[in-house]
């Protein structure tokens, strides 16, 4: 005869199948992840630009001018699925993103690349040279395979602590055609690694790390950083990347090498952002030389902590006086 044990466990069996049976049946086939699933006939042929819009008259506040000037970082670009993430806002960085944003260092990601790609979750890997001014362009040419449809990539900020531009998970495919061309105005972001608030910040490791966060022009909301411009609702674009679909003709074989620019891209102009005055609080006020009930006056005086540039509030009165009061007065010996 059977236990009661045994007929306990196989009622759960059948239970759980049935409620297996029914999950499936209202889940439905599953699906790519934000449509994601590229079905176009063989890969397709991009010329990627990036440029620099990193410039003294857009981004007056603190502009790198020396040691180093304001300058781009070799742009590194994966294409890939849904699978994996170079970076993500939102996200802790990883030990790869973090020596890229801070040192400018690639052996990490590229690392972590040539892993993915082993398990066909990344199709390939581009990089270009640096661009060693704010305003520039750096190029290069794609080659992106439906299977790996996603293209993201970060270029960092020298100098910065942890700052950084990218785009994360572009897809360059719509379901069976390829884009024919697509152009992004890119922002700042910080990693969440280094606590800096300026260009020339010293190294101050974030403990605990945070997450990659958007710089915005109130955001950190503080008046020592770099990109805090109260004034302006949103930052101009410090870059952008403007990626054209090329047709691969048998007899082009040679690459579109770094800091050609394509005739079809001409570099975007922005208007220049005012940057008001700042100046220290008032100092003490000093003590009056001078009789106190006529003719005697006491000074105070305060300074300049950052020059106005493109029509911005010019600097107030730096010097103030004001009739003395007895307490304050001090009789000449």
């Not at 176009?40 to 990627?48: D, T």
């Not at 993915?116 to 362009?137: L, S």
């Not at 069976?176 to 910080?190: A, C, F, G, N």
């Not at 730096?318 to 000449?332: F, I, Y």
Request: proline share 10%; net charge positive.
């Amino acid at each position: 005869m059977m236990s009661s044990d045994h007929l306990t466990c196989g009622w759960l069996q059948q239970l759980l199948l049935v409620l297996l049976k029914f999950c499936l049946a209202f889940a439905g086939p599953l699906r790519p992840l934000n449509g994601t699933e590229c079905t176009a006939k063989g890969p397709a042929s991009y010329i990627l630009v990036f440029t620099g819009h990193w410039s003294p008259q857009a981004f007056p506040k603190q502009y790198p001018l020396f040691r180093p000037p304001a300058q781009w970082s070799k742009l590194l670009a994966v294409s890939h699925n849904r699978h994996f993430r170079l970076w993500e806002e939102g996200a802790h960085a990883s030990a790869g993103v973090q020596s890229f944003a801070e040192v400018g260092v690639t052996v990490e990601l590229m690392k972590t690349a040539k892993e993915a790609r082993k398990r066909r979750t990344v199709g390939a890997m581009y990089r270009t040279a640096g661009i060693p001014n704010g305003i520039g362009h750096s190029s290069t040419e794609l080659l992106i395979q439906p299977r790996s449809s996603l293209m993201s990539l970060m270029v960092k900020m020298i100098p910065s602590p942890d700052w950084f531009v990218g785009v994360d998970s572009l897809n360059l495919c719509e379901g069976s055609q390829w884009k024919q061309e697509v152009t992004i105005d890119l922002q700042p972001y910080d990693a969440g690694t280094d606590s800096g608030f300026t260009f020339s910040s010293p190294n101050f490791p974030t403990s605990p790390p945070e997450n990659i966060t958007k710089i915005t022009s109130q955001m950190p909301n503080h008046p020592a950083n770099s990109f805090y411009y109260p004034r302006l609702q949103d930052l101009p674009p410090i870059a952008s990347i403007k990626i054209t679909r090329q047709s691969r003709s048998p007899d082009r074989q040679t690459p579109m090498s770094n800091h050609i620019l394509p005739n079809s891209i001409s570099p975007q102009r922005f208007s220049v952002t005012p940057l008001d005055c700042e100046v220290s609080l008032w100092s003490s006020w000093g003590l009056c030389l001078g009789p106190c009930s006529r003719g005697g006056v006491r000074h105070r005086t305060r300074y300049i902590l950052l020059r106005p540039a493109n029509a911005g509030t010019p600097c107030p009165e730096l010097e103030e006086q004001a009739e003395c009061v007895p307490h304050s007065c001090m009789k000449l010996q």
